[in-house]
């Protein structure tokens, strides 16, 4: 007996060591960075070939090519290098570090064809993402990842890249003149479940699922089956209109249905009361929990994405977040045609948290998402506490943003009223000291304001950006199509805003909710075609619950054209230099301009040479 214990104590050791090898792996030992690299001697080229490579070769010719990403993740390559990338099959993330020159660029370069990456032996990093931190000390997979690096050009040349689980499908962190351009990405098993009902009765529904929507039936409960996840559907789904072409949020208690299998993908759903089905619509379903984000990019400046698709992205879409002078140009977000898919983006599609510089979003078609098209914001952080007199505790507020830095040494902060969001001082950051996740002390140039009150907050005015956003259409979104607070210059012109469920256009401001800053000072809309949005079409909004001076200044809303569906054209409140002017409004019924907007607290308004159909 004791002989047996010793051979079984000894194999437990043997499969702990196994374990934590793996781990370490898969943690960063197996994806060395810049330290452990060795430095390319510049205008190589390197090969890989998951399908006859290996990586005992060379690596540098055609025909001896790698088989993974190992080899060029211990290389720290140089202007000039290039990596060039067969398709197949990746179970490794690509991590590439490179110090590209401006005019001798580093070139990753994907031939034409599908790259299935599998999560298990991906590297993994703990990341606090704004607005998608449910998971925050949960490691994410990361695919391809472009890190602390310059001059780096990404060639997709239509190469189709299919995860099968979970992950970041590309992070760039600390980099700078980051070009992607010709990428594909997609889901093998979408974490949107999808499904359509044929047939409705008074006591069933007959749903046909998607085949790409795995799923299973036992005791009469679905549960829905992926890569790496399983999930049984609670109410939160959301419903397709093919017809009217309609998104939109809708309660099903699908948890108390019971569930019978009729065929392959297809299930009868029994209630004693309908509890939403209807004939022909497509329903979506998907585990709330905020756990990734699609693209991810850090703390990083001048990084372009062009011509790129997306037919599926898991968790907040293509997350910004403290970055600067960012370009999407030709980036087109729906399901492939023939799919038969509805959805492609699993919350929002572009989120711009904390960002400075300029952002550009051109020629881009934003569709079939679960939240909104654009969201542009910084975020405010509540003043919890004056150690001295020029030293603050500040802390994150909201449970989905927090555990990165508000402000880096050198920004500006803005003093902020909770209850006007007025500001009412300003200082500059000149040290920051991280206490917890949530909370930091700040010490600033000069005495802080002796009238700091309860749940005042600061606002980051440096990391703010302007805002271009032009020749792009958004649609099939059951929130808003775009949301901007920023001081800096907006101008949102020659898009088409199609059948947003909510305002087309929202400006906001909260010190409450989801603490997003902060107030505008310029902001032009024009040439833009709204069809059949939700009411208000254009919103400005700030969440202040007294009116205490003008939160917005500066909104101009010319040449553009309306459809409206009953809805008013624009509501404002607690905003100052508001014009309305040369619009063309076609209205569902008879109206007034007086009839299509509505203001609060406002002033110097200006509503000319409309046109009203």
Not at 58 to 70: H, L
Not at 164 to 172: A, L, S, W, Y
């Given at each position: 007996?004791?002989?047996?214990?010793?051979?079984?104590?000894?194999?437990?050791?043997?499969?702990l060591?196994?374990?934590?090898?793996?781990?370490?792996?898969?943690?960063?030992?197996?994806?060395?960075?810049?330290?452990n690299?060795?430095?390319?001697?510049?205008?190589?080229?390197?090969?890989?070939?998951p399908?006859?490579?290996?990586?005992?070769?060379?690596?540098?010719?055609?025909?001896?090519?790698w088989?993974?990403?190992?080899?060029?993740?211990?290389?720290?390559?140089?202007?000039?290098?290039?990596?060039?990338?067969?398709?197949?099959?990746?179970?490794?993330?690509?991590?590439?570090?490179?110090?590209?020159?401006k005019?001798?660029?580093?070139?990753?370069?994907?031939?034409?064809?599908?790259?299935?990456?599998?999560?298990?032996?991906?590297?993994?990093?703990?990341?606090?993402?704004?607005?998608?931190?449910?998971?925050?000390?949960q490691?994410?997979?990361?695919?391809?990842?472009?890190?602390?690096?310059?001059?780096?050009?990404?060639?997709?040349?239509?190469?189709?890249?299919?995860?099968?689980?979970?992950?970041?499908?590309?992070?760039?962190?600390?980099?700078?003149?980051?070009?992607?351009e010709?990428?594909?990405?997609?889901?093998?098993?979408?974490?949107?479940?999808?499904?359509?009902?044929t047939?409705?009765?008074?006591?069933?529904?007959?749903?046909?699922?998607?085949?790409?929507?795995?799923y299973?039936?036992k005791?009469?409960?679905?549960?829905?089956?992926?890569?790496?996840w399983?999930?049984?559907?609670?109410?939160?789904?959301?419903?397709?209109?093919?017809?009217?072409?309609?998104v939109?949020?809708?309660g099903?208690?699908?948890?108390?249905?019971?569930?019978?299998?009729t065929?392959?993908?297809?299930?009868?759903?029994?209630?004693?009361?309908?509890?939403?089905?209807?004939?022909?619509f497509?329903?979506?379903?998907?585990?709330?929990?905020?756990?990734?984000?699609?693209?991810?990019?850090?703390?990083?400046?001048?990084?372009?994405?062009?011509?790129?698709?997306?037919?599926?992205?898991h968790?907040?879409g293509?997350?910004s977040?403290?970055?600067?002078?960012?370009?999407?140009?030709?980036?087109?977000?729906?399901?492939?045609?023939?799919?038969?898919?509805?959805?492609?983006?699993?919350?929002?599609?572009?989120?711009?948290?904390?960002?400075?510089?300029?952002?550009?979003?051109?020629?881009?078609?934003?569709?079939?998402?679960?939240?909104?098209?654009?969201?542009?914001h910084?975020?405010?952080?509540?003043?919890?506490?004056?150690?001295?007199?020029?030293?603050l505790?500040?802390?994150?507020?909201?449970?989905?943003?927090?555990?990165?830095?508000?402000?880096?040494?050198?920004?500006?902060?803005?003093f902020?009223?909770?209850?006007?969001?007025?500001?009412?001082?300003?200082?500059?950051?000149?040290?920051?000291?991280?206490?917890?996740?949530?909370?930091?002390?700040?010490?600033?140039?000069?005495?802080?304001?002796?009238?700091?009150?309860?749940?005042?907050?600061?606002?980051?005015?440096?990391?703010?950006?302007?805002?271009?956003?032009?020749?792009?259409t958004?649609?099939?979104?059951?929130?808003?199509?775009m949301?901007?607070t920023?001081?800096?210059?907006?101008?949102?012109?020659?898009?088409?805003?199609?059948?947003?469920?909510?305002?087309?256009?929202?400006?906001?401001?909260?010190?409450?909710?989801?603490?997003?800053?902060?107030?505008?000072?310029?902001?032009?809309?024009?040439?833009?075609?709204?069809?059949?949005?939700?009411?208000?079409?254009?919103?400005?909004?700030?969440?202040?619950?007294?009116?205490?001076?003008?939160?917005?200044?500066?909104?101009?809303?010319?040449?553009?054209?309306?459809?409206?569906?009953?809805t008013?054209?624009?509501?404002?409140?607690?905003?100052?230099?508001?014009t309305?002017?040369?619009?063309?409004?076609?209205?569902?019924?008879?109206?007034?301009?007086?009839?299509?907007?509505?203001?609060?607290?406002?002033?110097?308004?200006?509503?000319?040479?409309?046109?009203?159909?």
């Amino acid at each position: 007996m004791t002989e047996i214990r010793l051979k079984l104590s000894l194999l437990l050791l043997a499969l702990l060591h196994v374990a934590i090898m793996v781990n370490a792996q898969t943690s960063g030992n197996m994806h060395p960075f810049a330290k452990n690299r060795k430095l390319s001697p510049g205008k190589t080229s390197y090969f890989i070939d998951p399908k006859n490579g290996d990586d005992k070769n060379a690596g540098t010719t055609t025909n001896k090519p790698w088989r993974t990403f190992g080899r060029i993740n211990s290389i720290m390559l140089s202007p000039g290098d290039e990596v060039n990338i067969k398709p197949g099959a990746f179970r490794q993330s690509l991590i590439v570090v490179a110090k590209g020159g401006k005019n001798s660029t580093v070139s990753i370069n994907f031939a034409p064809g599908r790259y299935d990456i599998f999560p298990d032996s991906l590297y993994k990093q703990q990341l606090h993402i704004s607005n998608t931190n449910d998971a925050p000390y949960q490691p994410k997979a990361i695919a391809f990842y472009i890190n602390n690096s310059s001059n780096v050009n990404v060639n997709g040349n239509g190469a189709r890249v299919v995860m099968r689980g979970k992950m970041i499908e590309t992070f760039v962190n600390q980099s700078e003149n980051i070009y992607l351009e010709g990428l594909s990405y997609d889901y093998h098993r979408p974490t949107v479940s999808e499904l359509t009902a044929t047939t409705v009765t008074a006591t069933y529904a007959d749903l046909e699922i998607h085949p790409q929507s795995t799923y299973s039936v036992k005791d009469s409960l679905l549960t829905w089956e992926g890569e790496g996840w399983r999930y049984q559907p609670d109410d939160y789904w959301q419903v397709f209109e093919l017809a009217a072409g309609y998104v939109y949020r809708q309660g099903i208690k699908f948890n108390t249905l019971k569930i019978a299998e009729t065929g392959t993908n297809k299930i009868r759903a029994y209630f004693t009361k309908n509890p939403g089905f209807t004939a022909g619509f497509t329903y979506q379903n998907r585990d709330v929990t905020r756990d990734c984000a699609g693209i991810l990019l850090m703390q990083s400046k001048n990084i372009s994405l062009k011509k790129m698709r997306i037919y599926f992205m898991h968790g907040m879409g293509v997350v910004s977040q403290f970055c600067r002078d960012i370009t999407i140009d030709g980036l087109m977000v729906k399901p492939e045609e023939g799919s038969g898919k509805t959805c492609a983006a699993w919350a929002d599609i572009l989120h711009f948290s904390g960002c400075g510089g300029k952002i550009e979003v051109a020629n881009s078609y934003l569709s079939a998402a679960n939240d909104d098209a654009i969201n542009v914001h910084g975020t405010h952080v509540r003043i919890t506490e004056k150690l001295a007199e020029n030293k603050l505790k500040v802390r994150f507020m909201h449970s989905q943003t927090y555990g990165f830095a508000p402000f880096n040494p050198g920004d500006t902060a803005d003093f902020i009223r909770a209850e006007s969001l007025r500001p009412f001082g300003s200082n500059v950051v000149t040290a920051i000291e991280k206490l917890n996740d949530k909370e930091f002390v700040l010490t600033l140039k000069n005495k802080v304001p002796d009238n700091i009150e309860e749940n005042d907050v600061l606002e980051n005015v440096t990391q703010t950006a302007s805002v271009w956003v032009h020749h792009t259409t958004m649609t099939l979104v059951p929130t808003r199509g775009m949301l901007a607070t920023t001081r800096r210059k907006v101008l949102v012109e020659n898009n088409h805003f199609l059948r947003t469920m909510y305002t087309a256009l929202l400006v906001e401001d909260d010190a409450e909710s989801w603490f997003e800053s902060g107030l505008v000072r310029d902001v032009t809309i024009r040439k833009n075609t709204f069809t059949d949005c939700g009411g208000p079409v254009i919103s400005i909004h700030p969440e202040n619950h007294i009116h205490d001076g003008f939160v917005h200044e500066n909104i101009n809303v010319s040449q553009n054209i309306f459809h409206l569906k009953n809805t008013k054209l624009l509501a404002a409140k607690s905003t100052r230099n508001i014009t309305i002017l040369q619009n063309q409004i076609k209205s569902a019924s008879p109206v007034k301009m007086d009839d299509l907007t509505e203001f609060k607290d406002c002033t110097d308004i200006k509503i000319s040479d409309n046109k009203i159909e």
